[in-house]
């Protein structure tokens, strides 16, 4: 969550060489699993009228999620206690999650800004399939402040994003919708990242903007419900009720709150529509303790389960626009 101050990075060399590592890495190809279709016509017969049934929405463990943390925390732990903006922290933490996305099949770029005298990267990726004019776009902050590892805010949101991409691969998952994941750097000196690539879109490709999706601080100890962001303004409803309808099934409570403080705002500035959630400010946000100890698996899992039911949901649904 950002705290909207500045900061100076620090020397450019050791970053240069960081960066290097993460540009180096390769993207393995992608091969999609054939469906009755392409099998049928692979055997001479005619393919069948119906179109193939999605998969069924899975569910993770926390063995599927907490790895992701554990690894953020292994980052900030041999540079300094920190993942921030313009460190090798934070170039680390980009490469271990574009080499995650690259083995699985996405499509993925880094988009370089500048910040404070210091280069940052977000990371983008697709999903193969799905109609490009209407994208659904699924984001977290992976950036620290200077102060602490920030496994919570926001190891955890990006921890779940990344789960929720996996498990849109290991499926198969065939979205009628576009799938377009993304970690934006320098969230916490002031949204940096997100602003960048919102500012960048043309006014077509933002018009391809079904929703954004945004999740910081995804697995907040003592959580006794879920913050789900209400976008009034540009009249969201479809993820926002999606949620909410998703909790309520399980007796979870719900608090709605606004468009703000996490780069859901870059995209509400530019009349994009967005929701998410998340699950409270935790009591070492900002400072050196909010490490691995900061973070409730149970909570993790919780949020990462709803956020890959109401990709599906939305994925399998046709625009409304």
């Known amino acids: 969550m950002t705290t909207r101050r500045s900061f100076t990075g620090p020397a450019t060399g050791a970053l240069t060489a960081a960066l290097a590592v993460i540009l180096s890495l390769s993207s393995a190809p992608y091969a999609a699993p054939a469906d009755a279709r392409t099998r049928s016509a692979a055997a001479g017969a005619q393919p069948p009228a119906a179109a193939p049934r999605a998969p069924a929405v899975p569910t993770v463990t926390e063995q599927q999620v907490m790895p992701h943390l554990r690894a953020l925390q292994r980052i900030a732990d041999r540079n300094g206690g920190n993942r921030a903006h313009g460190t090798k922290g934070y170039a680390e933490s980009v490469a271990y999650v574009k080499r995650a996305l690259d083995r699985a099949g996405f499509r993925t770029r880094l988009v370089p800004f500048t910040y404070a005298g210091a280069t940052g990267h977000n990371l983008i990726a697709d999903w193969p399939g799905g109609d490009p004019d209407h994208v659904l776009l699924t984001g ?33 998952l065939a979205p009628r919708r576009h799938l377009r994941f993304a970690w934006w750097g320098a969230e916490e000196p002031g949204l940096i990242g997100s602003a960048d690539y919102v500012k960048k879109l043309s006014a077509a490709d933002r018009r391809r903007i079904d929703v954004y999706l945004n999740f910081d601080q995804t697995g907040s100890r003592n959580t006794d419900k879920w913050l789900v962001v209400h976008d009034d303004e540009r009249g969201e409803t479809e993820a926002r009720q999606a949620f909410e309808a ?38 070492c946000v900002h400072e050196a303790c909010d490490d691995l100890a900061n973070v409730d698996p149970k909570t993790e899992k919780t949020s990462t389960d709803a956020v890959v039911a109401v990709l599906w949901k939305l994925a399998s649904t046709a625009p409304r626009r």
């Open 140 to 172: 977290a902050h992976l950036d620290s402040v200077p102060e602490g590892p920030g496994i919570n805010d926001n190891g955890s949101g990006s921890a779940t994003v990344l789960a929720a991409a996996l498990q849109v691969a290991e499926s198969g």
């Open 246 to 283: 998703w909790f309520a099934e399980r007796g979870i409570p719900t608090f709605d709150i606004g468009v703000g403080g996490s780069d859901h705002e870059s995209f509400g500035d530019a009349g994009i529509p967005s929701s998410g959630f998340s699950t409270g400010i935790s009591d």
